[in-house]
């Protein structure tokens, strides 16, 4: 069901050095390829300034031909025997022969070609001044001809910290591809830099707006819908009264003139997961079948499943999911299949079944169709898909301590092994964390940040960790620290201090290729956090940009719209109330001027390594897909932006569709077209088709030999079991306190934990009101006089 992972290392070979042949052939500056035709002989069998490289287990030739373009000679590579790897003839990673290039810039390659297999893509490689040699991405795929053709494709921007690149056409299949008459160019900047349309504050920052409608319901699940539209789903909304009623919601909004429409909601999806299916359609697993019970159980997840249409805006019953997973993952696959772990099931106890639904068979299959490990993985674990078909648990959960071991994993479905994967920061008090694969999809890199843990309840983190998924042995390295806001304590906001930082932040991903970060709160659901910024992938940066104006905590998200704007709701502190208001943030790219637009778009149904042309209005730099949102509890391991390199002629542009159904997986993506001031044109949409569209010609992924050198411990398959024990208070709330929906935390903050006149103190200060004490027993001590009301006069005066 998942692609198997790599295993092969990368092999350089065939390093060119010693006396030339020939009188070598300089670069000039209408071409920064030295030996573009391969006329100048060099040593080991390869011409000059050209080396043969590539990786695994395969049968492959290299031969100088005479059947060339132009000249004398071209270059040959075969494979007559492919189990996993490329070969390609790569200009030579060495100061004399490497182009040098200026980061920022972008530089159109050019080569002709013949090919007999579709599994052939221009590849590049980069210099970065502190690390050395690494891969770069993969450009386009090459379509198959038998006579001479010309491909040409535009690079992204060279990323900070690169001084030389290098590149060529990677052979990937049985097959063989001949090429002629190399050509790289510097692109001139196309535009002038950006003008200030808004004031100073936005163009710096970007602005927010406080929408004069509200959100109709109590929505902690956000999904942008295909149609542009957005569902809202509440169930009960975590309201125990209307789950006792049988009163369930959800509500579509429309972005174009700002209405709600309520949606008849089946069952309680609060607290369900939920994934966008490869035709447009959500798959909505799980929900509520209990809430917790004081002295009794915990919550309880059901095992019902539900699609919902956007073109009918209703629900559909699917077959039963095997267990109960209240608060699951959800990972689309690249073969259009999805994948979901942990949660709790009907019992309270923690869910270690694995669910899968099949997109070929539309069902959840039975268990023993079904590889499992028995492993719990907790709440809402983050599960990014890799280029590889491997997932890695990013170490975001809900609620609580991590995983045993290192807190963050590397799944691999074929084998049903779970490495562990080192160097996240504080492992166990990264609650309610956000983690986001960074842009673009084909760097492989993923962006950890904050969080905190709700049963110890500290003040939430300022961490960042970042990982390199390439790398052969990845682990997660110290980012910046998150920029600092201002916190609510009770008496309005002031600046934080020390290393307080923020839990149940979102982040969202921008066409501009930065990733917004919003919202927040210091403790369990208490304690607003005010702060927003831009993380920059490429100078590994936090600048701070305009901040929300509404608290957005617990339940809250946020998410991108297909007009480049940022829709934000939700909040639900621990003293049950709902901040209603919705926040819309426009980024300082719309303060720039005028925005490129889209003119014309041939076909919105796309296949994986294809050309796809679109018309637009002037200038544009890039052009990416970005998945729509489909987020809950500062989670959506789905959302990622896939880089679309381009070829371009005048206002013509191809798009280069990647081959790799793992970098992109199938379904609709928000199509964006962006100039060299970061300015985004409005969203078209696009459908990348699944597997059922692939022909015989359609090339297959070309899958890098990443992560195949894990250090980490690896365990395979644990004996079945039927369930994980989990406390019934793992939400981090004594119902000890109050009406049903209220959260009286069962671990204070550190400065109010000793006496019961500062935990008094602090429940005021959040607006908790008057508590009734249910039962007999009073675990926090905030009812000394046992008369049944917690925080009284009486009881503050005796402490």
Known sequence: MFRRRRTALLAVTGMTAGLLLTSPQPASAANLVKNPGFEVDGTDGMPYCWEKSGWGDNDFTFTTTGDSHSG??????????????????????????????????????????????????????????????????????????????????????????????????????????????????????????????????????GGWQVLPTQNPVRSMHSVVLNNGKVLLIAGSGNNPDDFAAGTFTSAVYDPSNGSYKLIPTPKDLFCSGHVQLQDGRVLVMSGTKAYTVPGGHGYEGFKDSYIFDPATETYTKTNDLNDGHWYPSATELGNGDVITFGGLREDSTGSVTADYWSNKDQQWLPTWKVNQTWSFWGLYPSMILMQDGRLFYSGSHVFGNNIPGTGSAIYDYHANTVTQVPGLQNKDERDQSASVLLPPAQDQKVLTIGGGNIMTNPDANRLTDIIDLKQPNPQYVAGPPLPQGKVDLGNGPVAETGNQGKMYASTVLLPDGKVLETGGALHNRANSVYEASVFDPNTTTFTPVAVDPESRGYHSSAFLLPDGRVMA???????????????????????????????????????????????????????????????????????RFVDLPLSVNGPNVDLNVTSNPDLAPPGWYMLFAVDANGVPSVAKWVHLQGPAALSASTPSAHVHSFADSLSGTTTRAGKKRTSQPVSPTISGCDRHYGSANVCVPTVFPPEVRKTTAARCAWLRQNDYGRLKVNGRDDPLGLDPNRDGVACGKGDVKRR
């Open 569 to 639: 709701t939700g909040d639900n502190p621990g003293n049950g109330t709902w901040n209603h208001n919705v926040s819309i943030y426009s980024p300082p790219y719309l303060f720039k001027g005028p925005r490129p637009t889209i003119t014309s778009l041939i076909d919105n149904q796309w296949t994986y390594g294809t050309t796809q042309r679109i018309t637009v209005d002037r200038p544009i730099a890039k052009a990416e897909l970005i998945r729509p949102a489909a987020v809950t509890h500062s989670s959506d391991p789905n959302q």
């Open 72 to 205: 004398s000679k071209a270059m040959k590579v075969e494979l007559t025997r492919r189990v996993d790897g490329d070969r390609k003839a790569l200009i030579t990673e060495s100061a004399s022969c490497a182009p040098v290039v200026t980061p920022g810039k972008q530089y159109d390659l050019g080569v002709w070609y013949k090919s007999t297999t579709p599994d052939t893509a221009v590849t590049l490689f980069r210099h970065d001044t502190t690390a050395g040699w690494q891969y770069w991405t993969d450009l386009k795929t090459l379509d198959m001809s038998a006579s001479w053709s010309q491909a040409s494709v535009r690079t992204p921007a060279v990323p900070a910290g690169t001084d030389m690149i290098t590149w060529g056409v990677s052979v990937y299949g049985t097959g063989s591809v001949t090429t002629d008459d190399y050509t790289m160019a510097q692109v001139p900047d196309p535009l002038p830099p950006a003008q200030c349309t808004g004031t100073a504050d936005q163009c710096a920052g």
